[in-house]
T-cell receptor, first 114, second 111 residues
Framework: GAVVSQHPSWVICKSGTSVKIECRSL??????MFWYRQFPKQSLMLMAT?????????EQGVEKDKFLINHASLTLSTLTVTSAHPEDSSFYIC??????????FGPGTRLLVL | DAKTTQPPSMDCAEGRAANLPCNHS???????VYWYRQIHSQGPQYIIH???NNETNEMASLIITEDRKSSTLILPHATLRDTAVYYC????????????FGSGTRLSIRP
């Protein structure tokens, strides 16, 4: 199957700082990328959908000014958690697909905000 | 996209076949059945998908009932490494389609 990578795999930051997470499709061009968040012992929750070259569509309850998503190319999407706080600590997972194809997931990024 | 119903947990002996059921009674004609699994602290891994015919690959088999209202994922010879949460998902190939995860089935493989 297709490979999706994320960087970094884990990050620790101080409260109030911003953190950027990268998601790359390594062997295919992804027209659509997704960002999920997962808290301990819970299922994945979809945060937003981004299409290359256009603004992301956020799910209800997700603050677009706090979670900035950029999908600048067909192989790269970034999620920036702005002014992170301890409640933003979570496991962030990206996913990518091309039309009419299977959606593949990255390995996830664990964020800890102190 | 249609919703799915899965048992919260199951267990299976190592070496035996693990059969994971999924109900998707409101599935539409253009929606596929997908299975993913998530091993602890990793991203979801694609397993298999199908529309109406049974499918088999190197990981598993997918059996879809004739009315398409339910399906079963079969891991033919379960190993300890198959311990994970398994998600059954229904989605179409429309550009607006997105994967919404339910609670899945937590599969435990006992030695």
């Amino acid at each position: 199957g297709a490979v999706v990578s994320q960087h970094p795999s884990w990050v620790i930051c101080k409260s109030g700082t911003s953190v950027k997470i990268e998601c790359r499709s390594l062997d295919f061009q992804a027209t659509t990328m997704f960002w999920y968040r997962q808290f301990p012992k819970q299922s994945l929750m979809l945060m937003a959908t981004s299409n290359e070259g256009s603004k992301a569509t956020y799910e209800q309850g997700v603050e677009k000014d706090k979670f900035l998503i950029n999908h600048a190319s067909l192989t790269l999407s970034t999620l920036t958690v702005t002014s992170a706080h301890p409640e933003d600590s979570s496991f962030y997972i990206c996913s990518a697909r091309v039309p009419q194809e299977t959606q593949y997931f990255g390995p996830g990024t664990r964020l800890l905000v102190l | 996209d249609a919703k799915t119903t899965q048992p919260p947990s199951m267990d299976c002996a190592e070496g035996r076949a693990a059969n994971l059921p999924c109900n998707h009674s409101t599935i539409s004609g253009n929606e596929y059945v997908y299975w993913y699994r998530q091993i602890h602290s990793q991203g979801p891994q694609y397993i298999i998908h199908g529309l109406k015919n049974n499918e088999t690959n190197e990981m598993a088999s997918l059996i879809i009932t004739e009315d398409r209202k339910s399906s079963t994922l079969i891991l033919p010879h379960a190993t300890l490494r198959d311990t994970a949460v398994y998600y059954c998902i229904v989605r179409s190939y429309s550009s607006a389609s997105k994967i919404i995860f339910g609670s899945g089935t937590r599969l435990s493989i006992r030695p």
